[in-house]
């Protein structure tokens, strides 16, 4: 078979056009399984990250934006600011988010230890102690440690068809709670 200019031209233009109408679909069945990261310490979930702001701020007004910023976060009544040292400018609490994870009506409690050190024009984010607790029949109502769902989530093996939904909904969670901080703090 010989091929010439205007026929292989023709055909590259064919393939062009086969690859354009795949690409969506190539890129939709990349979306639909969202990568979910999240910081491993000691086989321990956790999320520590430190904030520059402009340097005009000062550790007192940082405490106070941060503490208003704290009470208002989390809706929930198990949230509890356990520490609040105006003097070494830290403030520990239990934050928890409400995540749905189907139609049917379930949801997860997800409780969490957080961590804020302020300083001068700085501060710094943690998140660790994350229990998980379901709300739905046929499961024990209790808090448990997620590390161990979390580490078979990640190895392919979920416990539940709900997985996906509890971990994205984690996910987004905590990165809205980052953003929603840092506007306070830096007003």
């Not at 056009?17 to 690409?23: G, K, N, R, S």
């Not at 984010?125 to 499961?139: A, C, N, T």
């Amino acid at each position: 078979m010989i091929f010439t200019k205007r026929k292989l031209t023709i055909m590259f233009k064919k393939l062009f056009i086969v690859i354009l109408t795949l690409l969506p679909v190539i890129s939709m069945a990349q979306s639909e399984n969202p990568q979910v990261m999240f910081q491993m310490r000691n086989g321990k979930m956790y999320f520590d990250n430190a904030y520059s702001l402009n340097r005009g701020l000062k550790k007192d007004t940082l405490y106070n934006r941060a503490l208003n910023w704290f009470e208002a976060a989390f809706p929930y009544p198990d949230k509890v600011i356990t520490i609040a040292d105006t003097k070494k400018g830290e403030i520990d609490g239990t934050g928890i988010f409400k995540i749905a994870t189907s139609s049917d009506g379930h949801y997860y409690w997800m409780k969490f230890a957080v961590n804020i050190s302020i300083h001068n024009a700085t501060y710094e984010l943690k998140v660790y102690d994350v229990y998980e607790k379901p709300i739905e029949p046929g499961i024990s109502n209790e808090y448990s440690k997620i590390e161990y769902r979390w580490w078979d989530y990640r190895q392919g093996k979920p416990w539940s068809s709900e997985d996906d939904a509890l971990f994205k909904g984690f996910n987004d969670d905590l990165n809205d709670m980052m953003v929603s901080l840092q506007k306070a703090m830096s007003k």
